[in-house]
């Protein structure tokens, strides 16, 4: 996508992302459950306030529940602890794909609707997702970055965040099937390095791929705490290593540019405050019975406009919020001003 293009297409997102949603069917008294990854993930937590904003504006009330720690096993006590409570509906960023499905089918057993956003559970697991961007256009926008970083050909890495989040995986292996096309034939992919959504190792896995690997070229991460960790010490230490990924314009703005004093040219994510006011109302509407998460199903998810029910690259559905949108020097600091 061009750049004029992006930032027309942001600009028109963001409008809508701070427009006022409205659905048919009142949330008057509905108790939902918003359960995130982890505590102090900037990501999450602007798409948790929109969330919260969106759904209190339809009359819910809305309880934003952190696991003590980044892995299955913490999400799984929450998720024990919020049953017992008998919400309405349980929203859930999952650390892992398959771990949280008992619990999950336990909610839903007993007559809790549940849907996830960010990072996915297994089908079995939910209702429905609500999807940031289509798994392979994540995918096909950072593997076209490396090969653009690159200049086409040379050793690369991932940096990711816990080696179970759904949505992690997803992206890298898109990454990994669409770099097997002739096109990215010159590329090669080193290693994928795990920073568990830790500042501190995120940095620290950042300095052994420079250790491990002198004519690394590019590190992707598609994780904002990582992102953010990597530029920082690639930008101080002068590395010659390029940098490109998911992250937040306001954590990005002194890494990003094309010339050789920042690490980041440019990098990519999506309107956080859509994705949390689309969730919000997309569980609104499976409570209210407006959706079961049946694939073909259609809504409308307030002024964000009319939604359908897709199937996820899993088998499971999902509803896309839209395309991931690239940061650049052109636009990250008045975007910074946002995120």
């Known amino acids: 996508m061009k750049k004029s293009l992006i930032v027309a297409a942001l600009a028109g997102a963001m409008a809508l992302g701070c427009a006022a949603t409205t659905l048919a069917g009142s949330a008057d008294g509905m108790k939902i459950a918003l359960v995130g990854k982890s505590a102090g993930n900037a990501f999450f937590e602007i798409a948790a306030d929109a969330f919260v904003e969106a759904a209190e504006a339809e009359g819910a009330t809305v309880d934003v529940v952190y696991p003590e720690t980044a892995t299955a096993d913490a999400q799984i006590k929450v998720l024990d602890n919020l049953i017992s409570q008998k919400p309405d509906a349980i929203c859930i960023s999952a650390n892992d794909v398959n771990a949280l499905q ?11 609707a549940v849907s996830s956003f960010d990072s996915a559970p297994n089908p079995d697991s939910r209702q429905v997702f609500v999807n940031q961007a289509g798994t392979k256009a994540v995918g096909q926008a950072l593997i076209d970055a490396v090969l653009d970083l690159t200049g086409g050909e040379g050793q690369w890495a991932i940096l990711s965040a816990t080696s179970q989040a759904a949505n992690q995986n997803a992206w890298i ?39 491990n690997y002198p004519d690394l070229k590019v590190i992707v991460a598609p994780t904002t705490v990582g992102i953010a960790a990597a530029a920082k010490l690639l930008q101080d230490q002068g590395s010659v290593v390029k940098l490109t990924g998911l992250g937040l314009p306001s954590e990005m703005v002194e890494y990003t540019g094309a010339d050789d004093a920042h690490s980041c040219p440019y990098f990519y994510l999506w309107d956080m405050q859509g ?28 002024d964000l406009g009319d939604y359908t029910i897709t199937e996820a690259d899993d088998g499971g559905t999902e509803v896309v919020l839209g395309l991931p949108f690239e940061f650049n020097e052109e636009n990250v600091e008045e975007m910074a001003k946002l995120y």
């Open 102 to 112: 008992a619990k999950l089918e336990e909610a839903m057993e007993e007559g809790i």
């Open 173 to 211: 292996a898109a990454m990994e099937e669409i770099a097997e096309g002739d096109e990215y034939a010159g590329l090669e992919l080193v290693e994928v390095a795990y920073g568990d959504d830790e500042p501190q190792k995120s940095t620290d896995q950042t300095q052994v791929l420079l250790d």
């Open 275 to 302: 994705l949390g006011k689309l969730s919000a109302l997309t569980t609104i509407a499976l409570v209210n019975g407006d959706i079961t998460g049946a694939l073909d199903e259609t809504f409308t998810a307030g």
